[in-house]
């Protein structure tokens, strides 16, 4: 399977397994993906080098409020109005604002639905991100590993990043935080990677003890990756790492 980008700043509804029918809203331009991660697993493909320009937020605005209206009209509200798209939607400079009125739209045209947030917790040293995000009715974070070693196997960042202090960030949302992980197994350059083993495992159970989130979402692959030799988990594996962290009394949802 190919990987893909959204070539529109509000698209869909598509349907998501984590938010039921989702509009999404890509604040990355249509034609490349910008990130501050690179993972080995990512539908939008590799990230690339080039210049960062994000769409203005009077034109996401004007696009949302177009399609929330006639959606409205059609009476086909979504579930979720899901920040997403193609790479990290935090990196754009506008985020608080473009959140603030995305909140005031959804409570004008489409009060029944929620506003999710998928970022991959690389921007929580931000005080306008943090703001942001706990506007979200859903503020889901990534955190994909329990060793250094891993994640940086796995996500790849652009800028030297040690996973306690992504945690401490994490910590600081006082449960108003659902924790995303991705599991899978493979390899990549000469390397074995498999974030489902004991040592991996155990320090991220500690890492949910700590942050203490309102839930954890457990997946695995499920689109085209650029790395190629990736293979996803069983939803017996899912589950049986759902129960470990159900045991320390976090919820967790297996998708
Ligand atoms: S954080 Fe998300 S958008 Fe960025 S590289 Fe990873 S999967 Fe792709």
Known sequence: MATFLFDQMVFGPVKSRRFGKSLGINLLPDNKKICSFNCLYCECGWTGKSE???PSAGNVKEALKDRLETM???NDLPDTITFAGNGEPTLHPD???????T???RDQHAPL???AVLSNSTTLDRSDVKEALI???YNVLKLDAGTDKTFNLINNPSRPLLLKDIVNNLKAFQRNVIIQTLFFRGMFAGEFIDNSLAVDLYPWLDYLCEIAPREVMIYSLERGTPALDLKKLSQEELQAISMMVEAR???TQVY
């Open 135 to 137: 506007l979200a009715d």
């Open 72 to 74: 409205a009209l059609h």
């Open 95 to 101: 985020f608080l604002d473009i959140m603030k009125f």
């Open 103 to 105: 909140i005031a739209l």
């Open 113 to 115: 639905s929620k506003v």
């Open 52 to 54: 960062s320009v994000f």
């Open 249 to 251: 009394g976090i919820k």
